[in-house]
């Protein structure tokens, strides 16, 4: 157990989930028709506080059963996060919190990415605030801490907690909340509507963690 309160199997799936939710803002190709594709998510929502997006989850597997090809969710995504002459949802934290792209909160994501270890040049498949990145380096702390919990390794484990509290609290619920009432207001599908419910409230649910873990630890040391 970590000192944050999350065990190896914990930090696992959320490790998975994280993967999944970043592929899911990557254009959509037929891998995302395969059976049990959310099964990352269903085991992190199964259980409270994001028990009650389990009902979400159906409504998106109903949808995806339904589908023959991904062609229609390829077209919205490009007219939700790219747009024929500009996007109706921006999939950039530096759009909501300095009003343009690539702006001073990109590069402070870039310098925690390097802070972290990833080879940004190569490891990047967009600019570093993008919502599928961001959500991708989530996964990678979930799963180096999990290791680090697999091998006994409490200083990594913590150093890999502490990084992504200070990543949530300081980026992702600063936008996301934004971020994915925009989704709610332009998307006609249940998959990208349902995708905004599901972020918006695991991330909620984070920054509650990530805060209750930061007062703790304030108050242990006074």
């Not at 919205?76 to 024929?84: D, H, M, T």
């Not at 925009?182 to 918006?200: E, M, N, Q, V």
């Amino acid at each position: 157990m970590s000192n944050s309160g999350i065990d190896c199997r914990l930090a696992f799936e959320r490790s998975e989930a994280y993967r999944l939710l970043s592929d899911l803002y990557r254009p959509p190709d037929k891998s995302l028709l395969a059976a049990g594709v959310l099964a990352p998510l269903r085991a992190v929502m199964s259980v409270s506080p994001l028990s009650h997006l389990m009902g979400v989850l159906d409504e998106i597997e109903s949808y995806l059963s339904q589908l023959r090809d991904v062609t229609d969710l390829a077209v919205e995504y490009v007219k939700l996060f790219r747009g024929p002459v500009k996007a109706l949802v921006y999939p950039y934290e530096s759009m909501y919190v300095d009003g343009e792209i690539m702006g001073p909160s990109t590069f402070k994501v870039l310098g925690l990415y390097t802070e972290a270890g990833l080879e940004t040049t190569e490891e990047l498949k967009d600019l570093p605030d993008h919502i599928a990145v961001q959500l991708e380096f989530m996964g990678h702390l979930y799963s180096w801490e999990a290791e680090g919990l697999k091998r006994g390794d409490q200083s990594l484990a913590a150093r890999c907690a502490a990084l992504r509290r200070s990543f949530i609290v300081e980026h992702l619920s600063q936008w996301v909340p934004s971020f994915a009432a925009a989704i709610l207001d332009h998307a006609a599908s249940p998959f990208y509507r349902g995708l905004a419910l599901i972020t918006k409230e695991l991330i909620a649910s984070e920054t509650d963690m990530a805060r209750a873990s930061n007062r703790g630890a304030l108050s242990a040391a006074e």
